[in-house]
């Protein structure tokens, strides 16, 4: 079955890029997504990458997508501390809800 | 805009009771979805609802059951509650089945003692 893993905790300086990891091991994954979750909240979609793309940059995102190793990353440039926050990977083959499959999330701790 | 709104943001059941979590949605989206979290285990999927009159079940769907109301409201009933469904419980809803957002709600911290 689909499986995604990342890693739990992530602890950058303010101004610092983070890059946040994540594994799947679907490789008929259509849809790649990052989504954020500040405390008390609910998800917030940020970016998501079809599968036949490799890059993707929204002003201070960037994703970046290794079909082969099954890989792929969320980069933040200039971290801020509202930058702190869950950050989870998800993946669907179709790009409908029912079958997205998400990863455990990583915490994302940004230090002044 | 409310988005996705949930009801109520805490609640504590003993072990047997029964409750309804409520979820309603102003976006005028077909779709909405039940979610657990659990640490260290991501968002799985209860059951969802790809339009209105239609209910499915997803990944962990023993021990709940699902009415989608009208087009707006999707609601969770918990019959008997058990401590393994101590969870944060969030409802979201896409425009379509397919579509590449969901909206999410702020959550339902549940615990069952």
């Known amino acids: 079955g689909e499986d995604v893993e990342q890693s739990l905790f992530l602890s950058v300086r303010e101004g610092d890029s983070s890059v946040i990891n994540c594994t799947y091991t679907?490789?008929?994954?259509?849809?790649l997504y990052w989504y954020k979750q500040e405390p008390g909240a609910g998800l917030q979609l940020l970016t998501y990458?079809?599968?036949?793309?490799d890059m993707k940059q929204d002003q201070r995102l960037t994703v970046l997508l290794n079909k082969k190793d099954k890989h792929l990353s969320l980069r933040i440039a200039d971290t801020q501390t509202g930058d702190s926050a869950i950050y989870f990977c998800?993946?669907?083959?179709?790009?409908?809800?029912?079958?997205?499959?998400f990863g455990t999330g990583t915490k994302l701790q940004v230090i002044p | 805009n409310a988005g996705v709104t949930q009801t109520p943001k805490f609640q504590v059941l003993k072990t047997g009771q029964s409750m309804t979590l409520q979820c309603a949605q102003d976006m005028n989206h077909n779709s909405m979805y039940w979610y657990r979290q659990d640490p260290g285990m991501g968002l799985r999927l209860i059951y969802y609802?790809?339009?209105?009159?239609?209910?499915d079940k997803g990944e962990v769907p023993n021990g709940y059951n699902v009415s989608r109301l009208n087009k707006r409201e999707f609601s969770l009933r918990l019959e008997s509650a058990a401590p393994s469904q101590t969870s944060v419980y969030f409802c979201?809803?896409?425009?379509?089945?397919?579509?590449?957002?969901?909206?999410f709600g702020q959550g339902t911290r549940l615990t069952v003692v």
């Open positions: 609802s790809a339009s209105e009159g239609t209910t």
């Open positions: 979201a809803s896409s425009e379509a089945w397919g579509n590449t957002e969901a909206f």
């Open positions: 679907d490789s008929s994954s259509t849809y």
């Open positions: 998800a993946e669907s083959k179709s790009g409908g809800y029912q079958k997205v499959t």
């Open positions: 990458i079809f599968s036949n793309m």
